[in-house]
């Protein structure tokens, strides 16, 4: 059997592949997937040729454990490397021994943001066939004959790999005579109207390496994003399968791209997560270069075949008891999302393009006029001179520092484009240094790649010219990309300007597969195929560096994205790229965000109202709507599409868009304070149903309603014509609708109303919600000086707890301990706050380690943040409140707190800093043992100024009971 099989591979690699000239292949077009489906449809473990050899060695120092694996058709081996991690995870790197080629395993360094956290307390157990290594609850089988990998936790085995004898890994050969490695690739040369054959040399010939890893006892599967498909992964094999392609990871440009399929999209995180109540499991397939994925169900359990054009086997398992678990352990290694600048999570406008400076600047007084807040203005390729990066178009943007004054002015910030590709251009400088200094990617000839991209659409009066791609995989090319951004290089910036990479997948017009040619060098002789889908993640991380370089490391640098890997969260944020206008481009984008969200990516958001097209008012609305509990709410649309910033649709379409950009203002305090819970502890800020309620199975298909942080669910309207809509309450918890304050209360489905001007969001009962107060105009920078109202939502039990993160909102001075960050409880008859850090100096962050931590820190002595009002919903009637104030001069006489009662809302009006509700419970009267309802702000001292106690005191009783208070 075993020698039946090469044969039938041995076949299949004779003839050349070729692809029919549209936008991307599909399995059958390409070779190795061909190859490795083969096997899945003819292989078995009983026919697998890959056994482990009989000595394993263990070193108890070092934690490793390492071994080789003997393919017995082809009489080569490979080596293998395991070791246990601290975060309930492990690592398995299976690579040739001795091979004729390297190959590429750098994506490690990009892809984790500090060494692995290797335990070497790892127990072993020897039996016939089989060796147990375990860590903890976590254990590693090694079953040597067939080779196959286990992994248990408390005894259950969750994650199997080549249980079904699937693994292949084709090692490098000298090729035979008879054979024909290349492929040959029909391209579509739409920009010149014309198709041509492109043929890859492959001239080390085939290295794919596959795997079949099966989830036993797992039917809901989850996450390798980026794919326009459904959250729970669909079949692409097997009976009553829902696609026919297995899923793709190939990032590339994808305009318009279609909905509910399997294709590549932008970017690729290949981890998947597995969930079940009461368990869950995860894996990672760490490898760069093109991978096709098929999904199959059979008895209760989901195979995943992974199938890698090239590379390494670098597999990482992850355990936990639910999918945040998992999600968490695996965005210790990949690292947080980056704590992005305040201003970044407003609202942005963006249009390709706006053509002149006089446009750009009409747009930003339209917000004015209409009293929009927005914090960001973008400006798309036409920005620049002839497509050249880091340039200005002088003859349309004539004065670009004075562009940016006005709108620093109002607090506002700008965004310009950088592509990778350089144009061909003796007088553009970027070039002409980058050849000189050996920065670009070669053709496998030697000599500099040259293809077509922007420059190559202009006219020849402005300049049409091939393009160049720089090799951000050498490291002399990071650093002079960073330079690139530099005042002196980068001229007439101003630090109000920030980044969008865009086309970095990267993008080619008229290139093989819609990129660079796969036989491609870059640093070190790698081939493109082996590092395509790292190549814009390493982009942004230049940007990244850029702009820390820029402003000597002072403010957080903001970097959008089109293209990513894992990892590349700890650099900015991603849009979801051209979307059509339309209802299924808003449908797809809940379960796109959720799965980025599991994936380590939180910074994520897509563009309101798709890219492409003209939607109507009903559907521009909805997406407004939507996007406010998204990571990134930024309006954009393509050159051909209509103007539609929101004011352009007129009444009604104007005030409900207003009024959705305001409550996003309204949530930025909470919101900002999810992204620090995640730079803390990595779990995911959009949060899918299951991963939110693991033990409810109802929650396992879900994926149009899901929570935003632990307190907030949403349900986004995603069709026309809804009025009404289904929402399902996974516990007994009462559920307050944020724009209706309706009240929900009782598992299980419900009715609710969905008017345009709205969205199912609810705040769930005992949770305590950072709001701003007063939002009308401006940008998050003006309003900065508006106060606070805290929204204790009360649980059935009538308590509630939350907290807030507050900094300057832009730079690294957090790092060094310069922030607020409370925690708030209701419960009982007492409102009560403390530092969240109280009785320590510092707090271990995933995002930057160790961070220092004093209460009395500058910042937190000097932050003009104020709390207007505290709103306790679904609280009893209050019908008198009182304030004392205890100063270090004395005792000062208590003051009426003003109640507004607004239906289920009782509004309390404070009006005292952030930092003062910093306090111990403090002595109360005998009174205060009486059974009347009290609320009570306990003690504190200001460290600076005029120090001072608050109390205050609610009652039932129309008497107001100032004994109640003591000041002593």
């Known amino acids: 059997m075993v020698g039946m099989r090469l044969v039938v591979l041995a076949a299949a690699l004779m003839p050349s592949v070729l692809v029919s000239a549209k936008d991307w292949k599909t399995c059958s077009e390409s070779s190795h997937c061909v190859r490795n489906r083969a096997i899945a449809d003819s292989g078995s473990a009983a026919t697998s040729p890959y056994a482990v050899d009989s000595s394993i060695d263990f070193d108890q120092e070092s934690g490793e454990i390492t071994g080789k694996i003997g393919n017995s058709a082809s009489k080569t081996k490979l080596s293998f490397k395991l070791t246990f991690l601290t975060n309930d995870a492990a690592r398995i790197i299976i690579d040739e021994h001795d091979g004729l080629h390297n190959r590429y395993h750098e994506a490690p360094k990009f ?16 039996s016939s066939n ?62 010149n109207k014309r198709d041509f054959t492109w043929i890859d040399t492959r001239p080390k010939g085939p290295a794919s390496v596959a795997a079949d890893i099966t989830f036993p006892g797992f039917e809901h599967v989850y996450g390798i994003p980026e794919h326009a498909t459904s959250l729970n992964l669909k079949t692409t094999r097997g009976p009553g399968a829902a696609y026919t392609e297995p899923f793709r990871f190939w990032n590339t440009d994808t305009y318009n791209y279609t909905t509910n399929v399997t294709t590549a999209n932008y970017g690729a995180i290949p981890f998947m997560v597995a969930a079940k109540p009461g368990s869950a499991a995860g894996v990672m397939w760490l490898n760069p270069s093109e991978a096709w994925i098929d999904i199959y169900r059979k008895e209760g359990s989901t195979t995943s075949h992974w199938m890698s054009e090239s590379g390494l086997v670098d597999l990482l398992f992850f355990w936990g008891n639910d999918a945040l678990e998992v999600s968490r352990n695996f965005g210790i290694l990949t690292g947080s999302q980056e704590l992005p600048q305040r201003f970044s999570l407003g609202y942005h406008q963006c249009r390709y393009s706006y053509l ?32 050249r990066y880091f340039t ?131 640093y070190g002789d790698v081939e493109h195929r082996d590092v395509h889908n790292l190549y814009g993640a390493l982009m942004i991380q230049a940007s990244y560096e850029g702009h820390l370089l820029r402003d000597d490391h002072a ?94 649709r007129g009444e009604p379409y104007t005030s409900y868009i207003r009024e959705a950009i305001r409550t996003r203002y309204t949530l930025l305090p909470f919101i900002y304070t999810s992204f620090w819970n995640n730079y803390v502890s990595p779990e ?103 106060p606070l109202d805290l929204v204790a939502v009360l649980s059935a039990e009538g308590s509630a707890s939350g907290s807030m993160y507050h900094d300057d909102g832009e730079s690294f001075s957090n790092q060094k301990g310069k922030f607020i960050w409370k925690q708030f409880t209701v419960k009982s008859d007492k409102i009560t706050s403390r530092d969240m850090l109280a009785g320590k100096n510092n707090v271990h962050t995933n995002g930057a380690g160790v961070i220092p931590f004093s209460p009395y820190n500058a910042f937190q002595k000097w932050s003009p943040l104020k709390v207007k009002y505290i709103t306790l919903v679904g609280a009893k009637a209050i019908k008198s409140a009182t304030l004392n104030v205890k100063s270090k001069n004395g005792c000062h006489p208590a003051k009426e707190v003003k109640i507004i009662v607004d239906g289920c809302k009782t509004k309390l009006e404070v009006n005292v800093r952030l930092d003062v509700i910093h306090f111990q419970w403090g002595n109360v009267s005998e009174a205060a043992k009486d059974p009347e309802i009290h609320l009570g702000i306990p003690e504190t001292l200001l460290e600076t100024g005029e120090g001072y106690v608050l109390a205050i005191s609610v009652s039932n009783l129309a008497v107001h009971l100032r004994s109640m208070l003591v000041c002593e």
């Not at 490098?172 to 739409?190: F, H, I």
């Open 111 to 126: 892809a984790f943001h500090r060494a692995l956290p290797v335990t070497s307390d790892v127990k072993r157990e020897d």
């Open 130 to 191: 089989t060796i147990t290594f375990s860590h903890g609850l976590n254990e590693v089988v090694i079953q040597k004959q067939p080779f196959a990998i286990k992994g248990r936790r408390n005894g259950k085995e969750v994650i199997n790999v080549n249980g079904n004898g699937w693994f292949n890994f084709e090692q490098y050969r000298k090729k035979r005579p008879d054979e024909d490695w290349s492929e040959s690739l029909l391209v579509d040369d739409w920009l």
């Open 356 to 387: 002149t400076e006089t446009e750009a600047l009409e747009v930003d007084a339209g917000f004015d006029e209409y009293k929009i807040p927005y914090d960001t203005l973008w400006l798309d390729i036409d920005v620049t001179q002839g497509k």
């Open 392 to 522: 200005w178009n002088y003859t349309a943007f004539p004065t670009p520092v004075r562009m940016q004054d006005i709108l620093a002015a109002k607090g506002r910030k700008m965004v310009t484009i950088k592509d990778p590709h350089l144009a061909v251009d003796e007088n553009y400088k970027v070039y002409t240094q980058a050849l000189e200094q050996d920065l670009l990617i070669k053709f496998a000839n030697g000599s500099t790649y040259e293809g077509q991209c922007w420059p190559t659409n202009i006219p020849v009066e402005q300049g049409k010219t091939l393009a160049v791609w720089p090799d951000y995989t050498k490291p002399e090319m990071m650093k002079f990309w960073a330079e690139q951004y530099k005042y002196e290089n980068y001229e007439n910036q101003t630090k109000i300007l920030w980044t969008w990479n865009d086309m970095n997948e990267p993008a080619v017009f008229g290139g093989p597969d819609k990129s660079a040619p796969r036989d491609t060098l870059h």
């Open 555 to 648: 403010l957080r640098p903001f970097i959008l994205t089109r293209a990513f890997f894992a990892g590349s969260q700890r650099y900015g944020a991603m849009w979801m790229g051209d979307s059509g206008s339309t209802w299924e481009h808003l449908q797809v984008a809940s379960p796109t965000i959720q799965s980025l969200a599991l994936s380590g990516f939180q910074f994520t958001g897509g563009d309101i109202g798709g890219f492409i097209g003209s939607p109507d008012g009903e559907l521009l609305t909805r997406w407004y709507y939507s996007a406010i509990f998204t990571g990134f709410y930024r309006g954009h649309s393509d050159l051909g599409s209509p103007r539609r910033e929101p004011w352009v």
């Open 684 to 786: 995911p800020i959009v949060r899918p149903m299951f991963a939110a309620f693991p033990n409810d199975p109802k929650t396992l298909d879900m994926e149009e309603q899901y929570f935003f942080g632990r307190e907030l669910m949403v349900k986004p309207i995603t069709s026309p014509n809804v009025t009404e809509t289904s929402i399902y309450l996974p516990d007994a918890e009462p559920y307050y609708n944020i724009f209706t304050w309706e009240k929900l209360q009782g598992q299980g489905e419900h009715t609710v109303a969905a008017g345009l001007n709205g969205l199912p969001a609810f705040i769930r009962g005992g949770s305590v919600v950072p709001t701003k107060h007063g939002v009308a105009t401006g940008s998050s920078k003006t309003q900065e000086s508006l």
